[in-house]
T-cell receptor, first 114, second 118 residues
């Protein structure tokens, strides 16, 4: 099983709403990532979790709040977003092993902030 | 500094012909992995092929092959017998195997939009 599952696939939210994006993998990967991708641009790294601990926050605004409740799950909590936060949000996972550098992506959540 | 460079913003190819998408990379880490992903308009990031820095042979997956030239730091994707369904954005990416756990995230190039013409 090389699947990373993201829910929901599409999300429309108002600027005062609170919502969460979810990501799940059962490959035993101990590193999980959130990326943000604007149209016609490459994905940009937001957060990295390693062994359920936040190891990288790429200066992401606090209206985005990641959470890794266990080794299989990764959440991204959204609050008071702006229209410019509308984008495709991708989750990925990988082993924490220098000898195995494969990484796998979920299908993404397309977020629209109105 | 840019770690992954894709110099072709857009490419056209005739159906059934082969096409090469260029990718160069920059790293001082001896352990790294190179990836190619296809992203159609639906947004899904579809994994195509992977090459590890210590792999002796060039990776192949069906119609996809990776022309890995380590000394030149290039990892070009070759798609043989192009199909209309190959029209999409293609991203080259790298993952370094450095000691710093947090730095082992994937870094992407700017992408190449491929259009296959009938």
């Amino acid at each position: 099983d090389t699947e990373v599952t993201q829910t929901p696939k599409h999300l429309v939210m108002g600027m005062t709403n609170k919502k969460s994006l979810k990501c799940e993998q059962h490959m035993g990967h101990r590193a999980m990532y959130w990326y943000k991708q604007k149209a016609k641009k490459p994905p940009e790294l937001m957060f990295v979790y390693s062994y359920e601990k936040l190891s990288i926050n790429e200066s992401v605004p606090s209206r985005f709040s990641p959470e890794c409740p266990n080794s299989s799950l990764l959440n991204l909590h959204l609050h008071a977003l702006q229209p410019e936060d509308s984008a495709l949000y991708l989750c990925a996972s990988s082993q924490e092993d220098r000898r195995d550098l494969q990484a796998f992506f979920g299908q993404g959540t397309r977020l629209t902030v109105v | 500094a840019q770690k992954i460079t894709q110099t072709q913003p857009g490419m056209f190819v005739q159906e059934k012909e082969a096409v090469t998408l260029d990718c160069t990379y920059d790293t001082s880490d001896p352990s790294y992995g190179l990836f190619w992903y296809k992203q159609p308009s639906s947004g899904e990031m579809i994994f195509l092929i992977y090459q590890g820095s210590y792999d002796q042979q060039n990776a192949t997956e069906g119609r996809y092959s990776l022309n890995f030239q380590k000394a030149r730091k290039s990892a070009n994707l070759v798609i043989s017998a192009s199909q209309l369904g190959d029209s999409a954005m293609y991203f080259c990416a790298m993952r370094e195997g450095g000691v710093d756990t947090g730095r082992r995230a994937l870094t992407f190039g700017s992408g190449t939009r491929l259009q296959v013409q009938p």
